[in-house]
């Protein structure tokens, strides 16, 4: 009894250290075993909105715009006369991308800062022979009743389903068309956005979109339910007016008479649909 009242605070010390270190070593051992899962963050957004073809459009068109470089690009004209024919733009983008003309656009108006040799609404020059972006607040839009072609169609996302979130297969139509090629009646002054609202809202068919002031244009986000990175984190809407893909927003593109307008999704930044604007051009 007298070695215990002696040293009992000793023994109990050492024995909680014991205790101590075994449940360490062992706890350790499972960790090193069985360390969980890595998380990783995804930087791509809309441009890289406005769009994701914003990336950003971009998306959309304007990568996706675009909202993705994809945002803005992604959604981000009138046929053009032979002789005003654009020249198609350098480093690899698609065939419906041309390279701007700062010329050309200050000739008609465009005022670029020269620290950016973009507009104010961070817009580059646009190619030769292509109409140049009308701000929305600018807009006047008569009575005049004109007519285009609009049509929304997904069948990228056909070859590419194994991208797409599952709960949005059932969303995709079987030949990847949303609303076929139809000939819409639109008023003079109207944007490719002002159209493809009314429409769709006509055909009962779901839209989103959001107003982006950096862009002064609506960034459209989903289409059928369709959104944004639901195939792919370079997936998104673009537009296209005549088989170019202009380069800033569908609320900024003032339509003319018999203009063909199609929204295609993109599955990769527009490389698939042929609206890939290349790094530097």
Known sequence: MKFWSKYKTKIVLAILAAVILTGAYIWGGNYSKNPGTAVTVSTV?????????????????????????????????????????????????????????????????????????????????????????????????????????????????????????????????????????????????????????????????????ENTPIYNSAYIEGINNLYEFDAGELSGWMYKVNGWFPNYGCSRYQLKDGDAVEWVYTCDLGRDVGGYYAVGS
Not at 129 to 149: D, F, R, S, W
């Open 45 to 209: 957004g809309p441009e890289a909105s406005e769009q994701s073809p914003a990336t950003s459009p971009t998306p959309s068109a304007a990568v996706f715009p675009i909202t993705s470089p994809a945002a803005t690009a992604s959604q981000n004209s009138p046929a053009v006369s032979p002789e005003a024919k654009p020249a198609a733009a350098p480093d690899g983008s698609s065939e419906g991308v041309y390279a701007g003309s700062k010329e050309y656009s200050e000739s008609k108006g465009m005022v670029i800062n020269s620290e950016t040799g973009k507009d104010k609404y961070l817009t580059d020059p646009v190619p030769e022979g292509k109409p140049l972006p009308v701000e929305p607040q600018n807009a006047v839009i008569t009575e005049k009743k004109l007519t285009c072609t609009l049509s929304v169609r997904c069948d990228t996302i056909l070859n590419n389903m194994k991208l797409l979130k599952k709960d949005k297969w059932k969303l995709v139509p079987k030949d990847g068309v949303i609303f076929a090629a139809k000939t819409v009646t639109f008023y003079e002054g109207e944007s490719v956005f002002n159209v493809l609202q009314r429409e769709m809202k006509r055909a009962k068919i779901h839209m989103e979109f």
